[in-house]
Nanobody, 122 residues
């Protein structure tokens, strides 16, 4: 069972940037596609971005295209989410996960981290 640990969240003003990291334990990190979801208070967990096992393919929710960039470093067992031009509506707990199914389908993810809080002030 893989363990995932998110970090890099915090409080930032609108228009600012943050870089989230997702560190994975074990030797199978490079074998799986990975993704980021987020959950705002009172809302469900929604897809943000995903990346194929090799990093050659990336997928984004429409509301982050052009602002967020997902990447991974398989040598470091780490995935990243660079978030630029942050908006108050990006405020949420951000989770990383490992998927064996569709990139944007929550039910395809078999492992999750504990989440990291991102708060964007206006």
């Amino acid at each position: 069972q893989v363990q995932l640990v998110e970090s890099g969240g915090g409080l930032v003003q609108a228009g600012g940037s943050l870089r989230l990291s997702c560190a994975a334990s074990g030797r199978t990190f490079s074998s799986y596609a990975m993704g980021w979801f987020r959950q705002a208070p009172g809302a469900g967990r929604e897809f943000v971005a995903a990346i194929s096992w090799s990093g050659s393919s990336t997928y984004y929710a429409d509301f982050v295209k052009g602002r967020f960039t997902i990447s991974r470093d398989n040598a470091k067992n780490t995935m990243y989410l660079q978030m630029n031009d942050l908006k108050p509506e990006d405020t949420a707990v951000y989770y990383c996960g490992r998927t064996t199914g569709s990139y944007s389908d929550y039910w395809g993810y078999e492992s999750w981290g504990q989440g990291t809080q991102v708060t964007v002030s206006s």
